[in-house]
């Protein structure tokens, strides 16, 4: 893999998002319908976070699992915003940095995600499994 190449040559560009105020079951739904991991959180425009499927894993431990009316988790995911349980503290990407420079980003940190940006503007999402798709296209390119 070139690590100089830039980020924007592995990334998703498809990037599915979510609002601050929308409910937690949207995201839930989100999630289990796409098979994705991260959401970037949008507020007219702007990133403002993102929510990973461990912070919802993390928020659906806390629900009553064992409750007497099961209508109650489900109201409580209609209820709760997603902006109540985003990570707010992110890193970004430009679409331009190396693929090294995100390489070093998720060595030293524990996310697995970073949104890519041109400008203010969100343009993609990188993540660990867009690398490891990258390094199996090209290891499999290269035994054809």
């Known amino acids: 893999m070139n690590t100089k190449a830039p980020v924007s040559s592995i990334m998703t560009t498809k990037v599915l998002t979510i609002s601050p105020d929308d409910p937690v079951k949207v995201a839930k739904e989100i999630f289990d319908l796409n098979k994705i991991r991260h959401l970037p959180v949008l507020e007219e425009e702007k990133l403002v976070g993102i929510l990973s499927g461990s912070d919802l894993l993390h928020f659906l431990r806390y629900l009553d699992k064992d409750s007497q009316e099961p209508y109650l988790n489900d109201l409580r995911l209609k209820n709760y915003k997603v902006g109540e349980i985003m990570q707010t503290e992110?890193?970004?990407?430009?679409?331009?940095?190396?693929?090294?420079?995100?390489?070093?980003?998720f060595s030293q940190n524990v996310f697995h995600a970073l949104p890519v940006t041109r400008g203010?503007?969100?343009?993609?999402?990188?993540?660990?499994q867009d690398i490891?798709?990258?390094?199996?296209?090209?290891?499999?390119?290269?035994?054809?």
């Open 132 to 144: 490891v798709k990258a390094l199996l296209k090209e290891e499999t390119e290269a035994t054809v």
């Open 120 to 128: 203010d503007e969100l343009v993609g999402i990188v993540t660990t």
């Open 90 to 105: 992110l890193a970004t990407v430009d679409e331009e940095d190396s693929i090294l420079s995100i390489l070093e980003v």
